[in-house]
């Protein structure tokens, strides 16, 4: 990831219309904003959230509260708690999200 021409700015994430969407079960709310090629978000998973897909898409994510399990297509499994973070590259290791309590995430892909 290569950042250039972003200027300087703070964000309120309050301000930022969160848009839904759907898993398996329960939903993630995001709100995104993108800077260049880079999409950085914050992300709230309700109590009972599942995935709906393996992803592919590389990703640095870090727990702000809340519990994520995070599966591995390999069968791997990973909790992060708050204060965690994980990172994977672009179709690297297929991936999906779960949470029984929710969590809220920031991410940067």
């Known amino acids: ?3 250039t021409d972003i200027p300087f700015g703070t964000t309120d994430w309050s301000e930022v219309e969160p ?4 898993g398996e079960t329960g939903t993630a709310s995001w709100r995104t904003l993108h800077f ?3 999409r950085v ?4 998973y309700t109590p009972g959230y ?20 995070t599966e591995l297509e390999d069968g791997r499994v990973f909790v992060l708690k708050p204060g965690m973070s994980y990172q994977v590259a ?4 297929p991936h999906r999200s779960s ?8 991410v940067v892909d």
């Open 1 to 3: 990831m290569k950042m």
């Open 19 to 22: 848009t839904q969407h759907a």
């Open 36 to 38: 260049g090629d880079i």
């Open 41 to 44: 978000r914050m992300v709230e």
């Open 50 to 69: 599942l995935a709906d897909h393996w992803c592919v898409k590389g990703h640095i994510l870090f727990c702000i509260s809340g519990e994520l399990t």
């Open 90 to 93: 672009d179709n690297a290791e």
């Open 99 to 106: 949470t029984q309590v929710g969590a809220v995430l920031f």
